[in-house]
């Protein structure tokens, strides 16, 4: 069970942050991903396995300003 | 007795305050009375080492008188923080103009302003711009409203479009940044390319601010210690859904108002 977005959510084995991001359907371009604590650079978002515990929070940038 | 008298030493006849004003300017109701920080109303007795400023109202004051002026408006002993901060301000559009002027007059020493585009006509409806701007580049629009409003600080201009590449070197001088763009995708880009470059650099970015939903729905977020966000996160521009002044404001305050926290240390929301 990670914590995603203030919520707890269950996770299959093996999941990276990359897999998370394509199931829920978001935009890769206009997303800010927080692991616990630190920015992840995008780079690494397919690398990164989601564990439990983790804490993750995805910012979904919209536009106006 | 001995007092400061407009920043210099004076010696003077116990008197009131007032009294004092008669004897150096002419007319009260034309002079702005500010006493050891505090602007005052009512008359006092004057006592040893008072600091006094009298200040004439219609006129534009030096710059010592200026920031006493400051320093009476603001709570006491944050003057000094914000004079010595500086500030970047990515896009100058509805929040980012809004911004940079709400952080001249609260007197930000340095403000970084960056931007590619011109003011356009479609821009007077919510940016910081009037009529005699049209066409102008909007970093230099900018600055000479600023010059008008706060002379008194440095203003730094880049007519230049962010990308991923010159982010680090643009940012390189600059402790807090304000994303105030209107692209998402270049929100995002801005937001990874300050935090996953600089260990130390802070970013107040905005998502969500169009239409005019309620104003309770903006709220300032903090996601870590070196990023926070403003808006309600959702409601984003778009045809049938546009951008108004009443609500940009209102996220543009949001903004300024968390950067000034930072620069007085306060990181929670």
Known sequence: MARINGKNIEISQNITVLQYIEQQELNLSVIAVEYNGNILPKSQYGEKVIKSCDVIEIVNFVGGG | ?269
Do not use: W
Not at chain 2, 20 to 46: H, M, P, S, Y
Not at chain 2, 60 to 84: C, D, G, W
Not at chain 2, 146 to 171: D, L
């Open chain 2, 1 to 269: 007795m001995k007092i400061i008298l407009n920043g210099k030493p004076c010696n003077i006849q116990c008197c009131s305050i007032y009294k004092l004003c008669d004897i150096f300017f002419k007319d009260i109701q034309k002079t702005a009375v500010i006493v050891n920080g505090f602007q005052i109303n009512e008359d006092r007795d004057l006592k040893e080492n008072d600091e006094v400023f009298l200040i004439d109202k219609h006129k534009m004051p030096n710059e010592n008188e200026f920031s006493a002026m400051l320093y009476a408006r603001h709570t006491p002993n944050v003057h000094q923080k914000i004079k010595n901060s500086r500030v970047a301000i990515a896009g100058l559009g509805g929040l980012g103009s809004h911004i940079a002027i709400s952080l001249a007059r609260t007197g930000v020493g340095c403000l970084h302003l960056i931007d590619f585009d011109v003011v356009e006509p479609s821009n007077l409806n919510r940016q910081q711009y009037m009529i005699c701007h049209l066409g102008m580049a909007k970093t230099d629009a900018l600055k000479a409203e600023i010059a008008q409003i706060n002379p008194f600080i440095q203003i730094i201009t880049h007519n230049i479009k962010i990308n991923e590449g010159n982010i680090c070197e643009i940012f390189k001088d600059d402790p807090i940044i304000c994303e105030a763009f209107d692209n998402p995708k270049e929100k995002a880009i801005l937001v990874n390319g300050i935090l996953s470059q600089y260990a130390d650099k802070k970013i107040v970015a905005s998502s969500g601010m169009a239409g005019f939903d309620s104003s309770n729905s903006i709220v300032t977020r903090k996601i870590n210690d070196k990023f926070y966000i403003c808006g309600d996160g959702v409601t984003e521009a778009k045809e049938g859904r546009g951008l108004m002044s009443p609500r940009v404001s209102i996220c543009a305050g949001h903004q300024a108002n968390m950067i000034l926290r930072l620069i007085l240390g306060c990181d929670n929301v």
